[in-house]
């Protein structure tokens, strides 16, 4: 609760350091230390010191997991700021406002990850979705930007509608909106039950850019400033997909029989339209919109599952892919250049920088020794776990396989391709690269020792 309530505050104080404040590097250091802030409140929070009590009425429950996927949501800010904070001055003047939003998603965020009320739910989903909106149409001198700002925001206010529905359906048939009061299981359910689950899995299907529900997320992700694409693929994606989770596992976990094969099949849409489309993708940026459909595909698995090989999976999962995309967006939005052969011979140029690219890149398509292939690991092994619909199982694995075909097309650019790639990037953006390149390592090597016990502990 701690880190909801400062996370408010920090938003407010940005705001304030936007007029206070005449040096864009202060303002980047006030938010850097902000976000510091928020993660040793957070830590201590985990640890059982509570700096500020508050009564949430029963309404938001900030147990162990809810702590510690706000550890993750909040360390992987806290990489991006220092990987990207300089680059967000590219995306407009309101340098401090953006700092602003970006505290307010997170408070939003958390939110998602602890709600025990579905009015909490849709109010904290709608914090983060507000400021996205406006963060994607940042570089108001850039057409595409405009675009994908009211594209983005007619679809999801689209979507909102849909989520709203289905919560009233819900709320029609249980008669409350707290999850513990909702007991929608047994064996007469009702038509308004169904519909409104099937109207919350579809909303947050959009949300999460799942297939058949994605065909906003290339144009916006393209369309969007480079710097807050990072922003909103990896952190905000990781959240939605907590409280996704969330949701239908307190929810409708009674169901699970009713939603399983829906979910199933929602999963394999999605990992066939990301990676089959990706690959014929010539622009990185527009290949990485695609990959992140593919990526939702993955992390899917753990909704589907349910179990706690899932929810484990999905902490690893945020974690991995969060820091192996902030990496590759943190390069990209320093380059001039977004198609493949704008990286060739990056290697020569830059041999550090490309290295620690490869390092991401092989995170994501799963390679062994990376976080990436970790995680990749736990979502099969918990879809094998349930015992139901061994194709997904092996669809998946098929799918992961073609992804690597157009992953490892940047890696040949940079290393076998005759080019003159140019990047600037100084010592600072070098050692942070380096330093989460060896944390996406770290987090593969741990395998069944120190990181599954202390995930374990906290489910």
């Known amino acids: ?182 007991n929608l299981g047994g064996e007469n359910v009702s038509a308004l039950t169904i519909a409104g689950m099937l109207l919350l899995l579809f909303s947050m299907s959009f949300k999460v850019s799942a297939a058949p529900f994605h065909f906003w997320t290339p144009d916006v992700y393209d369309g969007a400033p480079t710097v807050f694409t990072s922003f909103m693929a990896t952190i905000v994606k990781a959240a939605l997909f907590i409280g996704f989770i969330r949701l239908f596992d307190e929810s409708f976990g009674a169901l699970s029989a009713t939603w399983q094969l829906w979910v199933a099949v929602l999963t394999a849409a999605t990992l066939f339209v990301g990676n089959i489309t990706a690959v014929f993708q010539q622009s990185v940026k527009r290949m990485l919109s695609y990959s992140s459909i593919a990526q939702a595909g993955f992390m899917l698995m753990a909704l589907f599952a349910m179990n706690n090989a899932a929810k484990e999976g999905i902490l690893l999962y945020a974690a991995a892919y969060s820091l192996a995309t902030i990496g590759i967006f943190a390069v990209l939005a320093r380059m001039s250049d977004y198609t493949f052969e704008g990286f060739n011979g990056l290697a020569r140029q830059q041999p550090l920088i490309a290295a620690t690219l490869t390092i991401c890149i092989l995170s994501l398509a799963g390679i062994p020794l990376t976080a990436g292939f970790l995680a990749k690991f736990y979502m099969l092994k918990a879809v094998l776990t349930t015992g139901a619909h061994f194709w997904l199982l092996i669809f998946a694995v098929l799918m992961a396989a073609v992804s690597a075909y157009y992953y490892f097309r940047v890696i040949q650019a940079m290393y076998f391709k005759e080019g003159n790639a140019t990047i600037s990037a100084n010592t600072t953006f070098k050692t942070t690269l380096v330093v989460l390149a060896a944390l996406i390592i770290l987090l593969g090597l741990f395998r069944e020792s120190y990181l599954t016990g202390f995930i374990l502990d906290r489910i």
């Open 1 to 182: 609760m701690n880190a909801l309530f400062f996370s408010a505050i920090f938003g407010v104080i940005m705001m304030f350091s936007a007029v206070l404040l005449r040096q864009k590097s202060a303002m980047r250091a006030l938010a850097i230390a902000g976000m510091l802030f928020l993660l040793l409140v957070n830590i201590l929070e985990m640890n059982g010191t509570v700096l500020i009590h508050f009564n949430t009425a029963g309404m938001m429950e900030f147990d162990r997991f809810a702590l510690l996927v706000n550890t993750i949501l909040i360390s992987s800010t806290l990489i991006y700021f220092l990987l990207s904070a300089r680059d967000i001055e590219k995306a407009g003047q309101d340098y401090g406002e953006y700092f602003t939003l970006i505290f307010f998603i997170l408070a939003g965020s958390f939110l998602v990850a602890s709600f025990k009320s579905l009015l909490i739910f849709f109010l904290g989903i709608e914090i983060i979705s507000i400021p996205l909106y406006i963060l994607t149409g940042a570089d108001k001198r850039n057409l595409k930007s405009n675009e994908a700002s009211l594209k983005y925001f007619l679809m999801g206010v689209f979507s909102t509608g849909i989520m709203l529905m289905g919560i009233t359906l819900i709320y029609g048939a249980a008669g409350s909106f707290e999850v513990a009061k909702l």
